[in-house]
T-cell receptor, first 112, second 110 residues
Framework: EAQVTQNPRYLITVTGKKLTVTCSQN?????MSWYRQDPGLGLRQIYY???????DKGDVPEGYKVSRKEKRNFPLILESPSPNQTSLYFC???????????FGPGTRLLVL | SQQGEEDPQALSIQEGENATMNCSYK?????LQWYRQNSGRGLVHLILIRSNEREKHSGRLRVTLDTSKKSSSLLITASRAADTASYFC??????????FGSGTRLQVQP
């Protein structure tokens, strides 16, 4: 089944403890992106990647890192999480020829 | 800053009625897309309308785009209880980074 998967789906952590949220797609898509969703603010883009080894900042990149070493994977790294990074995170992907994006199921993160 | 703003924030209708949601945005766009989200789950793409198009249909969905007013509307006809969800407009200014509004929560009463 064609899909975008994220792990973990739920995570509770403490301030300063490094964590990684994985994102993987099996559709051979070139473009991948991370968003965060907060109440009343809709989705905001954190980072995106047009292809392997090509990443760029979105609207809210502070406090996050990404890497794109393989086409299928696009992990989101929080080196030192803070409570204001408590949010619902979505990974998305799309092929180079298509503007619509396919979203993963989301990762709900709570930073204490 | 948010590019798209949906209106209303919440909408409650009866099954069989039509639901209309509006979206306004601020800058020039390549296309505008509508997505649906069921209660904290991933977003699902519904329809895309390009900047040179004025209206588009897909099943029970009708989308209009007025680039002079920087606005779009999504009409769901003959709504069903299963249409209950949040609906988001997203604008694409050409760098693939979708900018989402805060969404309209639609409740369809059976």
């Amino acid at each position: 089944e064609a899909q975008v998967t994220q792990n973990p789906r739920y995570l509770i952590t403490v301030t300063g403890k490094k964590l990684t949220v994985t994102c993987s797609q099996n559709m051979n898509h070139e473009y991948m992106s991370w968003y965060r969703q907060d109440p009343g603010l809709g989705l905001r883009q954190i980072y995106y990647s047009m292809n392997v080894e090509v990443t760029d900042k979105g609207d809210v990149p502070e406090g996050y890192k990404v890497s794109r070493k393989e086409k299928r994977n696009f992990p989101l790294i929080l080196e030192s999480p803070s409570p204001n990074q408590t949010s619902l995170y979505f990974c998305a992907s799309s092929p180079w020829y298509q503007e619509t994006q396919y979203f993963g199921p989301g990762t709900r993160l709570l930073v204490l | 800053s948010q590019q798209g703003e949906e209106d209303p924030q919440a909408l409650s209708i009866q099954e069989g009625e039509n639901a209309t949601m509006n979206c306004s945005y601020k800058t020039s766009i390549n296309n505008l897309q509508w997505y649906r989200q069921n209660s904290g789950r991933g977003l699902v793409h519904l329809i895309l309308i390009r900047s040179n198009e004025r209206e588009k249909h897909s099943g029970r969905l009708r989308v209009t785009l007025d680039t002079s007013k920087k606005s779009s509307s999504l009409l769901i006809t003959a709504s069903r209880a299963a249409d209950t969800a949040s609906y988001f407009c997203a604008t694409d200014t050409g760098r693939r980074a979708l900018t989402f509004g805060s969404g309209t929560r639609l409740q369809v009463q059976p």
